[in-house]
């Protein structure tokens, strides 16, 4: 069974940078994806960013040339760089795997991810 674990959340000021980590266990091959979404209260879930099987990367508009997403291939663990974070970037960041998504060209569907982690709350001060 695939579980994945999030952290890196936090508390910054407007500008100020996270870098939030997701472990994966429980999954044997190397080549996988994972989609970085969030969440605010009252709000659907929104895909973010995610990379590919094939390290190929997606990011939505709003985060851009801010976030960066990443894997360390050898230690199981994916990684989005948050920098000149927003007030607009407040959430609960969920990362979420899929062993059936190879090359992306957008946010994978929720529906093709096959596990979640339980969140890490990101907020930024304005």
């Known amino acids: 069974e695939v579980q994945l674990v999030e952290s890196g959340g936090g508390s910054v000021q407007a500008g100020g940078s996270l870098r939030l980590s997701c472990a994966v266990s429980g999954y044997r091959y190397r080549s996988y994806c994972v989609g970085w979404f969030r969440q605010t209260p009252g709000k659907e879930r929104e895909g973010v960013a995610a990379i590919g099987g094939d390290d ?18 050898a230690k199981y663990i994916v990684y ?9 970037d407040t959430a609960m960041y969920f990362c979420a795997f899929s062993d059936r998504v190879n090359n992306i060209l957008n946010i994978p569907p929720t529906s093709l991810f096959n596990a979640w982690g ?5 907020t930024v001060s304005s």
């Open 56 to 73: 190929s990367t997606f990011y939505i508009g709003s985060v851009r040339g801010r976030f960066s997403v990443s894997r360390d291939t």
């Open 80 to 88: 989005l760089e948050m920098n000149n974070l927003q007030p607009e």
């Open 118 to 122: 339980q969140g890490t709350q990101v």
